[in-house]
T-cell receptor
């Protein structure tokens, strides 16, 4: 089975712009979670989608949003980018009812 | 507020030695405790996980020890190898799909 894929792998944006990141889960997995990884804050949960519904949300401002499509692929969007949004954004997929989350390689976002 | 506290931040171990990483938590609602391993340029990968009703779990050279009363758990890597050099994260879960991670331990195993 192919693993979790994320596109793009690297991205450079400037402050005030918006960005959309994409995640394709492992085939058959209906849950997708997003995490932000920074040296200062570590790995922090953004949100989780299951069957196109957001089921859980972390403590991030409303500039961070996401969605999930009927094929379980997910996108996250960050509007009005700030320098502090520079991070590695990871998505993880999980089979329904199972605990193990499988992470993708991440998208490294740099905001200038 | 960090829900899961991890130590040490970095660890240097000689090849063949034992690596020990510790984590502590406060929230007794946590019911699943995984450890993840992350190499540079990669996403975290599940290494081993334990539930609080078990005091120890071993998979190959990796062992989790769990102390429910102390709200602490630790990862032991026996016979550490240079290929084990990576960042290790402990985590805890209350609800499916959301993990609370420790800050990570950068392990270096030198030959």
């Amino acid at each position: 089975k192919a693993g979790v894929t994320q596109t793009p792998r690297y991205l450079i944006k400037t402050r005030g712009q918006q960005v959309t990141l994409s995640c394709s889960p492992i085939s058959g997995h209906r849950s997708v979670s997003w995490y932000q990884q920074t040296p200062g804050q570590g790995l922090q949960f953004l949100f989780e989608y299951f069957s196109e519904t957001q089921r859980n949300k972390g403590n991030f401002p409303g500039r961070f949003s996401g969605r999930q499509f009927s094929n379980s692929r997910s996108e996250m969007n960050v509007s009005t980018l700030e320098l502090g949004d520079s991070a590695l954004y990871l998505c993880a997929s999980r089979a329904g009812g199972r605990e193990t989350q499988y992470f993708g390689p991440g998208t490294r976002l740099l905001v200038l | 507020q960090q829900q899961v506290k991890q130590s040490p931040q970095s660890l240097i171990v000689q090849k063949g030695g034992i690596s020990i990483i510790n984590c502590a938590y406060e929230n007794t609602a946590f019911d699943y405790f995984p450890w993840y391993q992350q190499f540079p340029g990669k996403g975290p990968a599940l290494l081993i996980a334990i539930r609080p009703d078990v005091s120890e779990k071993k998979e190959g050279r990796f062992t989790i020890s769990f102390n429910k009363s102390a709200k602490q758990f630790s990862l032991h890597i026996m016979d550490s190898q240079p290929g084990d050099s990576a960042t290790y994260f402990c985590a805890a879960r209350i609800t499916l799909g959301r993990l609370y991670f420790g800050r990570g331990t950068q392990l270096t195993v030198w030959p």
